[in-house]
């Protein structure tokens, strides 16, 4: 069993845990995920691993609750358990001989690209941060951006906080500005790494992707997180989930994640349904 030792919501719809895992917090690297079941019956679900501390033997995930598994691991609090928590699965971000590079974080994706700046920071890579969110309610993370970048730009649909416009608006200036960026790294919603990538082709800078499709054993044989790189099959839980944003077909990432739309709702429904029942109880 993995004890959840911290319980901390960030926003109403986003909640870290810090668990007990002292074997994966030993092996871990910012990019790598884990694969969590909350209790004995429910379902698989892969998380990217948001920190992690080797003295403490823990790992940090952070989850937006959107889905019946999500709903029913926000139901755990300080002191529980969850019943499977497997990892550290993937490739880790490569990190290594970078000199200036910049992050690229899109609303819960922030909390996959933290790590990976973190990382840098402490290797001495000269590090500007881009986060973006729909409005000021939404913003995570920012004390922890702030420590380890020399530049942070945060973004809002609305521009309730920070500069109102996408990433992508912040990501052109900079560039237009004269930063010559040895790498950007792009986390978040795909259609925001599309936009992003498109940006960095037109300028010729190398650009990493995370991606996280649908996946059911992390280990490759389900098939269920292919992606088409360079017009060749991958599997994001064993190839990645870090891609060449340049190569990737995100318009058909798209589509197959949206396969899954119908039974997303559905779960959702059934987990709102049964907690509702508890509580009744």
Same mark, same amino acid.
């Given at each position: 069993?993995?004890?959840? #030792?911290?319980?901390?919501?960030?926003?109403?719809?986003?909640?870290?845990? &810090?668990? &007990?895992?002292?074997?994966? !917090?030993? $092996?871990?690297?910012?990019?790598?995920?884990?694969? *969590?079941?909350?209790?004995?019956?429910?379902?698989?679900?892969?998380?990217?691993?948001?920190? *992690?501390?080797?003295?403490?033997?823990?790992?940090?995930?952070?989850?937006?609750?959107?889905?019946? !598994?999500?709903?029913?691991?926000?139901?755990?609090?300080?002191?529980?358990?969850?019943?499977? *928590?497997?990892?550290?699965?993937? %490739?880790? @971000?490569?990190?290594?001989?970078?000199?200036?590079?910049?992050?690229?974080?899109?609303?819960?994706?922030?909390?996959? !690209?933290?790590?990976?700046? %973190?990382?840098?920071?402490?290797?001495?890579?000269?590090?500007? @941060?881009?986060?973006?969110?729909?409005? $000021?309610?939404?913003?995570?993370?920012?004390?922890?951006?702030?420590?380890?970048?020399?530049?942070?730009?945060?973004?809002?649909?609305?521009? @309730?906080?920070?500069?109102?416009?996408? #990433?992508?608006?912040?990501?052109?200036?900079?560039?237009?500005?004269?930063?010559?960026?040895?790498?950007?790294?792009?986390?978040?919603?795909?259609?925001?790494?599309?936009?992003?990538?498109?940006?960095?082709?037109?300028?010729?800078? %190398?650009?990493?992707?995370?991606?996280?499709?649908?996946?059911?054993?992390?280990?490759?044989?389900?098939?269920?997180?292919?992606?088409?790189?360079?017009?060749?099959?991958?599997? !994001?839980?064993?190839?990645?989930?870090?891609?060449?944003?340049?190569?990737?077909?995100?318009?058909?990432?798209?589509?197959?994640? @949206?396969?899954? %739309?119908?039974?997303?709702?559905?779960?959702?429904?059934?987990?709102?349904?049964?907690?509702?029942? /508890? /509580?009744? /109880?």
């Amino acid at each position: 069993m993995y004890k959840i #030792v911290r319980k901390k919501e960030l926003n109403p719809t986003v909640t870290l845990m &810090e668990i &007990e895992a002292p074997l994966i !917090a030993r $092996k871990a690297e910012p990019g790598q995920f884990i694969i *969590f079941r909350a209790k004995e019956d429910s379902e698989r679900v892969p998380l990217t691993i948001a920190d *992690f501390d080797r003295d403490k033997g823990t790992v940090t995930i952070i989850f937006q609750i959107v889905g019946g !598994a999500t709903m029913e691991l926000n139901t755990l609090n300080e002191g529980d358990c969850l019943h499977d *928590f497997v990892g550290p699965l993937g %490739k880790a @971000s490569e990190t290594e001989g970078l000199k200036k590079v910049a992050v690229v974080g899109g609303g819960v994706g922030c909390a996959i !690209a933290y790590p990976i700046a %973190k990382k840098l920071h402490h290797l001495g890579c000269d590090v500007h @941060s881009i986060v973006g969110f729909r409005n $000021k309610d939404l913003v995570i993370l920012e004390n922890e951006f702030k420590a380890v970048s020399s530049v942070l730009k945060i973004m809002t649909d609305d521009g @309730s906080y920070g500069e109102k416009g996408l #990433v992508t608006n912040a990501l052109e200036e900079l560039i237009k500005k004269g930063n010559k960026y040895d790498e950007v790294i792009a986390i978040g919603p795909v259609i925001m790494m599309k936009f992003v990538s498109q940006l960095t082709k037109k300028y010729d800078i %190398k650009t990493v992707v995370s991606m996280n499709p649908i996946m059911i054993d992390g280990t490759g044989m389900c098939g269920g997180c292919r992606l088409t790189v360079g017009g060749e099959t991958k599997f !994001a839980c064993v190839d990645g989930p870090d891609f060449d944003g340049h190569l990737v077909d995100f318009d058909e990432a798209m589509r197959r994640g @949206s396969m899954y %739309k119908d039974f997303e709702t559905h779960s959702r429904e059934a987990s709102c349904n049964l907690l509702k029942q /508890e /509580e009744k /109880e």
